[in-house]
């Protein structure tokens, strides 16, 4: 039968055992001269042996059990990353990045890993950002990565943004009134107005929901953008996608550039939204990380639609 040294039911009694037969040996048996001293006591001959020998078996013992522990904790780790690899496709990761697995949303990208990660709440996934402290001479603005996951119905606006979206589109504010069934004001301009609500509002154009997403999104970003946003369609895992590049100024010196990829996935019901931003100077290193963490996009579980770009 074998016994493990490690559990303290079968550990206690070896060791009190090992204890005595010691003692026996040591006064009985021997004649010890060894002497042990500290500012509490003092051991000298037979006690002085007994006293080397127990520290030393609990030495052993603790070291033992620390290697079980490290062993355990190592074996959890191994199960942790197991765990975490079920129903993730196999993906490449670039040197210097790190994989970003969401699998409440079956998806995945990788992302520099000398940027580091901040965490937001609401449909906003995370935020991914620059080391300010390892910017290159005379970069003074961190380039930004932020990922949002929403559905059409859960994504919202606030009246006072469609308020100020479509006054810039030039749609008249009797007609939002009339269709949204509510007048914007001030008590009211807080009130959130669902996207699938506002489709028809901004005229969003497309024969299927996913290109009237698309061209709606798009409405938006032309409202506030400080000239014509530039447009291409794209994909992402295979995917047909929607590409905006935007200038804003923004009270800064130096205009930031936007660029956003949205994927909307119809099976699922899902809008994916990466959203890449830098100060206009650092324009082709941010599309160039947009390309980048792109290209390792993955999305699983959802039954996607496969399209080609337009």
Known sequence: ???KPSNPIVAIPMLVGLSLITALVLFGLLDSSGFVENKYFEFGGAAAGFIVTITMLHRWYSNMVKADVDKLRKENEN???TLQTINVPPFSKPDGYI???DHEHSMLFCYPEIWKKQPIALNIQSMFSENPNKLTPGDKVPGRFVLAV???GQKSYSLKEVE???TQLGIPVEEVNSKLGVEISEKTENLQVPMEVLLEIFGASGSSKTEKIYDMNYQMFKSISDEE????YILVNGIKSLLIETKLQMGQI???VQIIVITYIEAADLIYSFIFSDNLSDRDKADMMRKQIISTVQFWNNEPQQAQAA
Not at 229 to 232: A, D, H
């Open 1 to 3: 039968m074998n016994i």
């Open 79 to 81: 199960l942790k990353n």
């Open 99 to 101: 994989p970003f697995i």
């Open 150 to 152: 929403s559905s059409p």
């Open 164 to 166: 100020i979206s479509t």
């Open 229 to 232: 946003p530039y447009r291409e």
């Open 254 to 256: 130096e205009p930031l």
